[in-house]
């Protein structure tokens, strides 16, 4: 099995900057891309940052050039780096991975999510 953990969450001034992590660990084979996600209250979960096995990056709209995503493929971590942050980026965030463990099964594994909160 592969277990994902965030880490990095916190109350902060709007403007401010946070960086969450995501490591990933188990019986890992591989990681393909890995995913940020976040759900505010009363709010549908949403795609907020991608980051393939080759390092290609996708973004929400609401979210670019102020987030920056990354990974360390040798410790199966990423990181979203989050800048300028809003009150409307508030949120739980949580990360998903493409994976392969060693039961030589391909899944979407997700972690419990760490909560953000953009004070104004």
């Known amino acids: 099995q592969v277990q994902l953990v965030e880490s990095g969450g916190g109350l902060v001034q709007a403007g401010g900057s946070l960086r969450l992590s995501c490591a990933a660990s188990?019986?890992?084979?591989?990681?393909?891309?890995m995913n940020w996600y976040r759900q505010a209250p009363g709010k549908q979960r949403e795609l907020v940052a991608g980051?393939?096995?080759?390092?290609?990056?996708n973004y929400a709209d609401s979210v670019k050039g102020r987030f920056t995503i990354s990974r360390d493929s040798a410790k199966n971590t990423a990181y979203l780096q989050m800048n300028s942050l809003k009150p409307e980026d508030t949120a739980v965030y949580y990360c998903n991975a493409d994976a392969i463990s060693t039961s030589w099964v391909r899944s979407v594994y997700w972690g419990q999510g760490t909560q953000v909160t953009v004070s104004s």
């Open positions: 980051i393939t096995g080759d390092g290609k990056t």
């Open positions: 188990g019986t890992i084979v591989t990681i393909y891309a």
